[in-house]
């Protein structure tokens, strides 16, 4: 790593990034979640600045597309390599600017490597296949760039939930307009332009345009967007959904739900808690795979609670960035707000308060709640804070009933001494993603990322969904000459 810092917050305190640094039409300071403190101003765009980005975007991309593939390829590792030769401090921003502990930040910039390196490996693969067709015609189906994608990210894993749709999509030959979320808009935005900017993506290709609701409408509703891929909550999704079929758009809707990790009663209980714990706590619940409701046989229920509580009584809460701590500050004022709301319900309606359920400003305490039951705000909706929602039952039918008793949701665990039993379970899981003795936060950068019902449209990418996602068919054909019809 070099000495001289790689991020220049002069870049974007006053600008916008498309196709270069641009004034932006408005600022904003940036507040660190775990301080309170200013951490940066960044430059806020509107939605009149959307038409004009998404035509020079439109514009640019028909070259790139036309780039030979080595070429395309090869601006993929040397981003990877500029996000390795910068990994500290870019790893340290990313966990200031999302609030969280350092190892979640290094792991963003861990999966951004390989995003990249895996996106440099889609120009060189076949694109295609050679129809069946009649003598003297090539026919040929092959993938073919969209135009342009337009991608509106989130706040909790900003640089990743963006990049994992920026890396394939530009790979596939698209160009890409990003509206970052306005509370994480440099790892979600700016630092990834800093990156494909310094790796040599040619002007024009890429923007970063972070900002309120009026942007996002505006992407998708722009004529030159072909595409949106939007990760984020149920309503907006669902927003986002109805103007895009409105214009006739593609889109990638990869949204919330209530995930659920069962624990048979032949579990190792040790293994069993450290399971729910990660799952349940990492980065305080702020994550869409997050194991929200954790059905526990009745049987070891009473010691799974006593080892989750003795857990949440001593995991260490405060900055992530400064501290040796185990959970961080969640995103704002509102989110806490949220979180606290839900716990308060599910108590008001039964469940009982063994741990947590308070805070310190953004610092919401790891927090289990016993009892939960359908019904409940926590059972029924995903928390997305630092709480363990226990629920028993007592057989494996009555865990698939309780399991499946959701609107949707992205990831299902079983944890289980027995693999045959554990996989009979979860072969009957309504999961995008089920994990066979392991929490349900889990994502490898090569695997299809997708859930049914409310979280998203059906659509998976990621590994060998990126060419699904970000190309369509197109079908060719060949002949020596024109042939002669009959008039």
Not at 101 to 119: D, T
Not at 144 to 149: A, I, K, M, R
Not at 332 to 356: F, T
Request: charged share 15%.
């Amino acid at each position: 790593m070099t000495s001289r810092p790689f991020l220049d917050p002069a870049l974007w305190q006053e600008h916008v990034y498309s196709g270069g640094w641009r004034a932006a039409a408005q600022a904003a300071d940036l507040i660190e979640p775990a301080t309170g403190a200013v951490l940066t101003r960044t430059g806020i765009a509107v939605a009149a600045d959307v038409a004009p980005a998404a035509r020079a975007a439109a514009q640019a991309q028909a070259d790139w597309a036309a780039t030979p593939p080595r070429e395309r390829a090869a601006v993929f590792l040397r981003a990877a390599q500029r996000f390795q030769d910068h990994f500290d401090e870019l790893a340290l921003f990313v966990t200031r600017e999302s609030g969280a502990i350092l190892p979640k930040g290094q792991h963003e910039l861990r999966e951004a490597i390989a995003f990249c390196q895996i996106a440099a490996s889609m120009p060189l693969q076949s694109q295609g296949q050679v129809l069946p067709s009649t003598p003297g015609r090539l026919s040929v189906a092959r993938r073919v760039p969209l135009g342009v994608v337009g991608v509106i990210s989130p706040f909790n894993f900003p640089l990743v939930l963006t990049l994992r749709v920026v890396a394939p999509a530009l790979a596939a030959g698209n160009a890409v307009v990003i509206k970052p979320d306005p509370r994480t808009p440099v790892s979600g935005g700016f630092l990834i332009a800093r990156v494909f900017e310094a790796a040599g993506l040619p002007a024009g290709l890429l923007h970063v345009l972070p900002g309120g609701a009026a942007v996002g409408e505006a992407l998708v509703e722009d004529p030159a967007i072909a595409m949106i891929s939007f990760t984020g909550s149920v309503g907006v999704g669902r927003r986002i959904g109805e103007l895009a079929g409105r214009h006739l758009k593609k889109v990638s809707l990869e949204l919330g739900g209530s995930n659920a990790l069962v624990v048979l009663d032949d579990a190792d209980l040790d293994l069993a808690a450290s399971n729910i714990a990660w799952g349940a706590w990492l980065h305080q619940g702020q994550i869409c795979m997050a194991s929200n409701r954790v059905l526990v046989h009745e049987a070891i229920a009473p010691a799974i609670t006593e080892r989750l509580v003795a857990k949440a009584q001593q995991l260490p809460v405060g900055d992530g960035a400064t501290g040796q701590v185990a959970l961080g500050p969640l995103i704002d004022e509102r989110q806490r707000d949220r979180v606290h709301a839900a716990v308060q319900a599910s108590v008001r309606a039964g469940a009982q308060l063994l741990a947590g359920g308070t805070f310190d400003r953004l610092f919401y305490k790891p927090t289990v709640l016993a009892g939960v039951r359908p019904g409940m705000p926590t059972f029924d909706h995903e928390t997305f804070g630092p709480v363990v929602n226990l629920v028993t039952f007592k057989t494996d039918e009555e865990a698939v009933a309780l399991a499946n008793d959701s609107q949707g949701g992205l990831a299902a665990g079983v944890i289980s001494r027995s693999v045959g039993r554990a996989l009979a379970l979860g072969r009957q899981l309504r999961a995008g993603m089920v994990h066979i003795n392991d929490q349900t936060v889990n994502d490898d950068a090569v695997n299809p990322f997708g859930g049914p019902g409310i979280a998203g449209n059906g659509n998976s990418h990621g590994g060998p969904g990126d060419w699904e996602q970000f190309s369509t068919w197109q079908w060719l054909t060949v002949k020596d000459a024109p042939p002669q019809f009959p008039f």
